[in-house]
């Protein structure tokens, strides 16, 4: 397995998840007898203590067992907050970069997912809305009698034209920040594994009730938890968007293959001339195949590499 180039740590990074360089949820490797043995960091307990997740199995490593193990380099990373706003609002905030975005100077996160956002995508079936305001927005369709969708989670390539991106990240402060490593294989319910939600569901839980007085009853989409909140507005969609993945709803058979190659450009908006299919595999150098392929998670949660050759 060959080892992907480290990403460069922030020096100014203050999340409680950042400890002496290691950020939870990255992987780390080694072969023992030429058996691949693959580890997941949970928490540092103490200077000699190392909480990880060895194939599903939860256990604590000495400090030299674990430095044993090499780094497997993130393919992105999960940015956990509470926001301030103004009149004494909090909202959580879920932020996902790839790779690129996180070393880039200004790392701007490639999609977002807030509580406290109108649901863009839903908004424009209930009022012909200008304003990008939250209490605008509920004044004017409580005025129509009609419903309001709050909740969104969104992206660089999602983001209507007429939103600019930056501003859906717009606060007065943020705190109880917890990054996490995040790979391409990761389900949500791996991604929900590295975070204790107990105070994000807190804050959710107030925001909820805040909505529900303030709204009448008119307003729809808040949330109690945070898997409630990235499950309901398909957060992990975007984070499949950013890795070039595609979710599909059926397992790959190659006696299929017209029929899935079909579908992959149905889904993929752009023709599959020459398909094959690969099993997705660390060993293989994404960068090599330049942008001709997709990532394709099938209904087990298996990926595969689908070559885009153009004739």
């Not at 490593?181 to 009730?209: F, I, N, W």
């Not at 898997?227 to 957060?235: C, G, I, N, T, V």
Request: charge should be negative.
């Amino acid at each position: 397995m060959k080892l992907q180039e480290k990403v460069p740590r922030d020096n100014k990074d203050t999340d409680k998840s950042v400890i002496k360089n290691y950020i939870i949820g990255t992987k780390y490797y080694k072969f023992i007898e030429e058996e691949l043995s693959m580890i997941r960091l949970l928490g540092i307990k103490d200077a000699d203590a190392y909480a990880v997740d060895a194939n599903g199995t939860k256990c604590i490593m000495s400090k030299a067992e674990f430095d044993s193990y090499r780094e497997l380099s993130p393919d992105g990373y999960i940015r956990y907050c509470i926001v301030d706003q103004e009149e004494n609002v909090q909202d959580v905030e879920v932020l996902f970069y790839r790779r690129k975005d996180f070393t880039a100077e200004k790392k701007l996160p490639f999609a977002v997912c807030r509580q406290n956002l109108p649901d863009f995508f839903k908004r424009y079936e209930i009022v012909d809305l200008v304003s990008g305001d939250i209490d605008d927005y509920i004044k004017e369709v409580k005025n129509d009698k009609g419903v309001a969708f709050v909740g969104c989670s969104i992206s660089q390539e999602s983001c209507p034209s007429d939103i600019e991106f930056p501003m859906l990240f717009e606060n007065t402060g943020r705190h109880q920040m917890i990054l996490t490593a995040c790979y391409l294989e990761d389900t949500l319910d791996d991604l929900l594994k590295l975070v204790s939600s107990v105070p994000y569901d807190d804050v959710l839980r107030t925001l909820q009730e805040q909505y529900e007085r303030y709204s009448e009853g008119r307003c729809k989409g808040t949330c109690s938890t945070l898997k409630e909140l990235l499950e309901s507005k398909r957060f992990i969609n975007d984070v499949y968007r950013g890795f070039r993945e595609v979710k599909v709803d059926f397992d790959y058979e190659p006696e299929l293959m017209a029929k899935l190659t079909q579908e992959i450009e149905d889904i993929g908006k752009s023709p599959i001339l020459d398909s094959v299919w690969i099993p997705f595999d660390r060993e293989v150098n994404l960068q090599d195949m330049k942008d001709e392929y997709l990532i394709v998670r099938d209904a087990s949660n298996k990926l595969w590499i689908v070559s885009d050759r153009k004739g």
